[in-house]
């Protein structure tokens, strides 16, 4: 960037309808002919003042302090000009006077954060879903912490945003917030969108995460078997609550529902589908995507049991349902007493769906996404893990397929 040219001269200017007397001092910023003018909120008398030097005349207490006040007047402007070049923005008149005033134009990390998520929050149920807000509001808590911690201040400039703010961040998350490296992953893709929307605004010169790269762990997610859902679905349980819990595992291992929305299930959003069988018509909580659901014969004979239970008619949901730190203490507890080695959470019972009950028995991954409520295939990939005997069942299929072709070839 060109250096430009800074003028500043301190002038004595008369208020409206004087005649005579003190006149106040006022400081006339010029950039490239450029001029603004700004008070100092001070007067003197026209006597006393040397117009060529632009200060206070004599050797008097008052005049010195006039002057180292002036003085100080000046040595900010430079500054400020001096900030704006390290900056690299534009030098002008008014940006000199904003800095003199406290005028802040700068644009700030969590500010602009924080006007993005009452954005967000306005839009829920419009444009994104509550889900959505939540996870931005969280990335905005960790930012804040995080800055507080790198750089002992409130909030910081976009400007500081670049490689090595992304990279601290990354193993602050990793180690202060002792987050699992998918879960850093996840806050720093919703921080990107943050600086994504500095870039585009050119309140940011080019994107810090373009060299730093984020790339998700595979993680074996647990489900259940088929003789492990047999035994959960036999087992006499010693109280009522496991009970209820196990039947609403059931449902969900059953329907694909994730806790949010079996938490919601409202009674008139089940009815007759498009092939006379009873459907759940809902919109998954986290994404406000359509979720359409047959219900096996399984999830109905739950819903039977259910209905016109004292708890549901109060909150007018189909369940009575706990909270999810209560449903998934009960459920490691339904693990121990079913003989099942496994972190049994009600998230199992989502990918459960996906694979035993759905993609193991041939429904097509095009089918089980529509019913999970996904937009695209690779999220259901990403629940769905073909077993080992679907593999083995389909390459049997192929096998009699060849053989077949074989033996008509010979032919």
């Known amino acids: 960037m060109l250096e430009k040219s800074l003028g500043l001269m301190f002038f004595l200017k008369h208020p409206k309808n004087y005649e005579q007397g003190d006149k106040y001092i006022y400081l006339r910023i010029t950039v ?21 030097s632009g200060r206070a005349q004599g050797t008097k207490e008052d ?16 500054e ?3 900030q704006l070049i390290e900056e690299n923005r534009d030098i002008s008149s008014q940006a000199i006077k904003d800095f003199l005033t406290g005028i802040d134009n700068r644009k700030m990390i969590l500010n602009v954060f924080a006007d993005h998520n009452k954005q967000i929050e306005a839009l829920i149920g419009k444009e994104y879903a509550w889900g959505t807000f939540d996870l931005f509001n ?3 808590d960790h930012t804040k912490a995080f ?5 002992g201040v409130e909030d910081l400039e976009i400007k500081k945003l670049d490689y090595e703010f992304i990279s601290q961040y990354s193993f602050w998350l990793k180690t202060v917030r002792n987050c699992q490296h ?19 605004h050119d309140w940011l010169q080019k994107d810090p995460f373009h060299a730093f790269k984020m790339t998700k762990k595979e993680v074996e997610k647990p489900f259940l078997t088929d003789q492990e859902l047999e035994v959960i679905s036999k087992k006499k349980f010693p109280s009522v609550r496991l009970s209820n819990v196990r039947d609403l595992f059931l449902f969900s291992c059953y329907t694909g529902l994730a806790y949010a929305d079996l938490k919601k299930l409202r009674p008139d959003e089940i009815g007759v589908g498009v092939d006379g069988e009873m459907w759940i018509m809902t919109h998954r909580q986290k994404t406000d995507t359509a979720s ?6 399984e999830s109905v004979k739950i819903l039977e049991k259910y209905q016109g239970h004292a708890c549901s008619v109060v909150t007018g949901t189909v369940f009575p349902i706990l909270t999810n730190q209560k449903m998934n203490a009960y459920l490691k507890e339904i693990a121990d007493v079913c003989g099942i080695i496994k972190n049994l959470t009600f998230h199992t019972a989502r990918h459960t769906f996906a694979t035993t009950v759905t993609l193991s028995n041939g429904v097509p991954i095009e089918t089980v996404a529509k019913m999970l409520g996904h937009k695209n295939l690779r999220q259901t990939q990403h629940y769905a893990k073909v077993l080992d005997m679907k593999v083995g069942n389909d390459m049997q299929l192929l096998r009699e397929i060849l053989r077949k072709r074989s033996k008509i070839s010979e032919v």
């Open 182 to 200: 998918n879960t850093s992953v996840k806050y720093l893709t919703y921080f990107k969108k943050i600086v994504l929307l500095c870039v585009k």
């Open 138 to 140: 969280r990335t905005y």
């Open 63 to 78: 005049a010195k302090a006039l002057n180292v006040m002036l003085d100080t007047i000046t040595l900010k402007a430079q």
């Open 80 to 82: 400020a000009r001096r």
């Open 292 to 297: 359409r659901i047959p219900l096996l014969e």
């Open 147 to 151: 800055i507080k911690w790198k750089y």
């Open 32 to 52: 490239d002919g450029v001029s603004k003018e700004l008070s100092t909120k001070r007067v003197w008398d026209p006597a006393r003042w040397h117009v060529k």
